[in-house]
């Protein structure tokens, strides 16, 4: 048996990183040049019921704690003239700890023997070339064809289309993402109001969000209920105007709050969600699966990588355990994949629906309250 993975992201990975602990050869493709041809995202919180089971899957629980960012399970809720609601210290036993993503990567293709991932692969067409093999076309003209064949190629995935013709859908909700760095110096107004951890200063249709990353930075997520033609209209190639239209839609909230966009010391970066249909599944196609995003993208809710690193875990896992029957491991991870992520999307979906409410609604205290049923957490006198 041999694998071929397309995407080197956090499921990919994952999943070249099992079958390498247990013996199977595999070769990732990656659209991207190089390791740091980009910037990997923020915080991660790997939660001890999906990502930290892939971690241990993949023999790299002891690494996975040196890159664990101590104190960063504090959480924040704030109402929007600043009042805090809840200030959750991190006294070190939550079952979430946090990580840079980019560093999480760096971990997994550390793991994994050299040239297993092949930079600068982007995929042009895949296509299916009978008895469950399939032939992937990249960019630079080359092919390769394989027996088995895995997208872990995120939203817009390529190899999807051999498996179910659905398309991701914008949900209405986008982010802009700014930095700011050497925060308790420069901006000790708005680093006070993160705190150590997170902050969450929701209301309906939109909220701002931070974590305090490494080296005393904040990281600002404002969340915006909007159409894709209203964020069109935002010059982004301006950041002093882009962020000023955006903090516009945040007049009368505490300063404090809107400084975490207006004082960005990076331009406003627009990140809008998509996601596929509720439920999305496909029936089995001989030789091809998908995880992670490519599989089941849903709202940002803070599960989408621990789901694609479970993902690549336990398919690695299927796939050792039936080294003979290849069809019999897809299935097999197939029939768990479906329903867990329909779980969570219906779960993130009542969620969104909840914190949306009616005009008037205190959307800080609801989300308290929904905070408060699952943690037993109390808020602020």
Partial sequence: MHVTIIGAGLGGLTL???????????????????PMARMQGGMLDIHDYNGQLAVEAAGLTEEFRGLVLEGRQAMRILERD???????????????????RGELRRMLLDSLP????????????????????????????????????????????????????A??????????????????????????AVGGGSMMAPARHRGIFAHREAGDTLHTYVSLTRPLAWFDAVDFTDPAAAAARVAAEFDGWAPELTALITDG????????????????????????????????????????????????????????????????????????????????????????ELLSGEDGEDTARILMDAFEAFTGAVRQS
């Avoid at 070249?16 to 190089?34: D, N």
């Avoid at 076309?137 to 064949?149: E, K, N, S």
């Avoid at 699966?289 to 089941?296: E, F, I, V």
């Fill in 265 to 352: 010391d990076t331009a406003p970066v627009l990140r809008p969600h998509y996601t596929l249909p509720l439920g999305h599944r496909w029936e089995r196609v001989p030789g091809v699966t998908l995880l992670g995003d490519a599989a089941h993208l849903m709202p940002a809710n803070g599960e989408g990588a621990n789901l694609a690193m479970l993902d690549g875990a336990e398919l690695g896992l299927a796939l050792a355990a039936h080294p003979d029957d290849v069809e019999a491991a897809l299935a097999e991870f197939e029939g768990t994949m479906f329903p867990r992520a329909a779980k969570v999307a219906a779960e993130s979906l009542e969620l969104n």
């Fill in 167 to 192: 398309k991701p859908e914008y949900t209405g909700e986008s982010f802009v993402e700014v930095y700011l760095f050497d925060a308790d110096t420069r901006h000790p107004a708005a680093a006070k």
């Fill in 82 to 100: 600043g009042t805090v609601l809840l200030d959750k210290a991190d006294d070190g036993t939550g079952g979430r700890p946090e990580v840079q």
């Fill in 114 to 165: 050299a040239g297993t991932v092949h930079w600068g692969h982007k995929v042009t067409g895949v296509r299916a070339v009978g008895d469950g093999r399939h032939e992937v076309a990249f960019a630079d003209g080359t092919t390769v064809t394989t027996g088995l064949l895995v997208g872990a190629d995120g939203a817009w995935s390529r190899v999807r289309p051999l498996l179910t013709p």
């Fill in 16 to 34: 070249a990183r099992v079958l390498h602990v247990h013996g199977i050869p595999a070769a990732v493709y990656e659209a991207e040049p190089s």
